[in-house]
């Protein structure tokens, strides 16, 4: 039997160009989150770096001990860990955007690289162009969690709706998004997306920033949150740095589903979503 609720800790960093430091400071505060009572932490996109090309390409070395002290950690603290995102080497000067969910006792149990990259100057800035340093994934899954099916997307994934049906036709039923929103992005439309992705999964949806730092050359919005199956907000931790374990009610998915069956309402003899995995 599924338990009934889960604990997730949302770790919003106030991160800075000292990437050993970023770490250091995570996994603090995944310990942290642990010891207040999280089965499952949650970090950032690019957790040991800020979202900046120079940035990402100088801190890339950490990605191997980061990832194996995430390992270590979810272990030693017996819980669950969605890692943020890393700049995962393909090739020389060339990354993929992968996030990582490590399992007490089993290490990496699946990864997510980033689908759709951020080439964009939208109104208000900065302008940034990740293709020039990040290949995008092609593949879409989910893993299993004792508390349900679960995914991960990151950030500007999070726009395209047809993610969200996708891993809703395929019982989805928690997700997790870890993001770098800009101040101009994150103002006008983080909180939209996070409330319309639960409403459309029917699930809850749980996004993480970086607390916001006017030192960095690119500025997070921070905000981290969870909305519920119907779209509410339980939390939402600002722009500072800071730590929430919130506890998320996994009846509120089933009770939903039945009274307001969305997902069978589908008119799925006039439209679909399809994926088209590459090889």
């Known amino acids: 039997m599924k338990p009934e609720t ?26 942290e989150a642990a010891s207040r009572g999280a089965e499952v932490v949650v970090f950032t996109e690019m957790f040991f770096s800020p979202y900046e090309p120079r940035a990402i390409s100088e801190a890339a070395f950490l990605t191997p001990v980061a990832l194996e002290e995430m390992a270590r950690t979810a272990t030693e603290g017996n819980l669950f860990i969605v890692a943020g995102s890393v700049p ?5 000067g060339r990354y993929l955007n ?45 893993f299993s969690l004792p508390w349900g099916a679960a995914s991960v997307i990151v950030c500007y994934d999070m726009r395209f709706p047809q993610v969200t049906q996708i ?24 909180e939209m997306l996070v409330r319309l992705r639960a409403v459309e999964l029917q699930g809850f949806v749980v996004g993480v920033q970086p607390a916001c730092n006017p ?21 939402d931790l600002g722009q500072e740095e800071g730590i929430e374990v919130v506890s998320l009610d996994l009846s509120d ?16 003899d006039l439209y679909g979503v399809n994926w088209m995995e590459k090889a």
């Open 215 to 235: 030192d960095l050359r690119y500025v997070p919005w921070g905000h981290s949150m969870a909305a519920t199956p119907w779209g509410e907000v339980v939390v």
């Open 167 to 190: 891993l809703a036709d395929r019982g989805v039923t928690i997700l997790f998004v870890p993001a770098a929103f800009s101040h101009a992005t994150g103002r006008a439309h983080w």
């Open 88 to 92: 995962f080497q393909e090739q020389q």
């Open 98 to 142: 992968r996030s990582c969910v490590f399992a007490p006792g089993n290490g990496e149990i699946y990864h997510h690289d980033k689908l759709h990259l951020f080439d964009s100057t939208p109104p208000g800035g900065p302008s940034m162009r990740e293709s020039g340093f990040v290949r995008p994934g092609n593949r879409l899954g989910s």
């Open 253 to 268: 998915i089933s009770r939903l589903r039945s009274q307001f069956p969305l997902l069978a309402h589908r008119r799925t």
């Open 6 to 31: 889960l604990s997730v800790g949302l770790c919003q960093l106030r991160q800075t160009y000292d990437y050993e430091k970023n770490l250091e400071r995570s996994l603090l505060m995944a310990e």
